[in-house]
């Protein structure tokens, strides 16, 4: 099953979900970061929650979502436009720790400490940004407080990463249910209870349930229509005209001690690990020198 993604909204407007299927891309961000298992985890929950936040986003509108926690992953990023088009890295992608309750300890590897950051590019002069403290370093909870408290939208957030035997990443996916404002109440109970018997997002997947299908066994009974299905993919828009550009934003003085100091420069793609060259010629092309 290709990556995708389908969001539904309940007939009477109470009811808002989305679900996605993330595996290939999860795989392609975590083989090109070179991430350790737990890592692998935390990553691609990460990048699977930025791709159901980004399933809200239209025309040329971006997301990015940012991890700062105090454990030995450091940071986490990763960014989505409106077209199912993901990027992610990690800052330190060996987390080095064993498995807690047979489970990867994620919250560990990110630490108990440190905050969210919610950037939109809604296409205004400045970025929307938010941002609260960690509240399980798990992720999924992490977005659903990040979604309650700061967008005022009770939310639902589950986000799964399941590991092969050789430590590939072999499934990943994730929900998002959302209770809109004047809808219906009485359905959240019933709902609330749905999701506490839904079986993990990997196992379904895994049994080739595709996004429509999980969220059908979540709605059951409850009418809802289609309002979009996309595909997903990894996608790095780095270039090296805009290396160029940021070597540029580095000042005169900075540049011309690359090409005295270092005979030129190389700069990697944080997140598709591109390297770009520059050498002292190219360096001193640049329009600032030239002047």
Known sequence: MNDHLV??????????????ATSELTRAICRRQGTDPTASVA?????????????LLKGDQHLALMIEGSGPLS???????????????VKNPLAGLPPKN????????????GFLHVIKD????????????????????DLAYYLTTSEQIPSTVGLGVNLDETFAVATAGGFLVQAMPGGDETLIPLLEERLRQLPPT???????????QILEQLFAG?????????ALEF????????????????GADEVRAMIEEDQGAKVTCEFCKQTYEFTADDLAALPQLEN
Request: a positive charge.
């Open 75 to 89: 940071r986490l990023h990763a960014e989505t436009d409106a077209f199912g088009h993901l990027r992610g890295s």
């Open 122 to 141: 809604l296409g205004l002069k400045e970025p929307y940004r938010g941002m609260v403290q960690l509240y399980t370093s798990e992720v999924a909870e």
């Open 43 to 55: 990553l691609g929950r990460l990048v699977t929650g930025t791709a159901l936040m980004g399933a």
């Open 222 to 230: 409850i009418p809802f229509t289609v309002q979009m299905e996309t």
């Open 102 to 113: 047979d489970r990867f300890d994620v919250a560990g590897a990110i630490g108990r400490a």
């Open 7 to 20: 969001r539904i909204l309940g007939n009477d407007g109470s009811l808002r979900a989305i679900a996605a």
């Open 202 to 212: 990997t196992r379904l997947l895994g049994e080739g349930k595709s996004p429509l």
């Open 235 to 250: 996608r790095c828009n780095c270039s090296r005209s805009q290396v160029a550009a940021m070597l540029r934003g580095l």
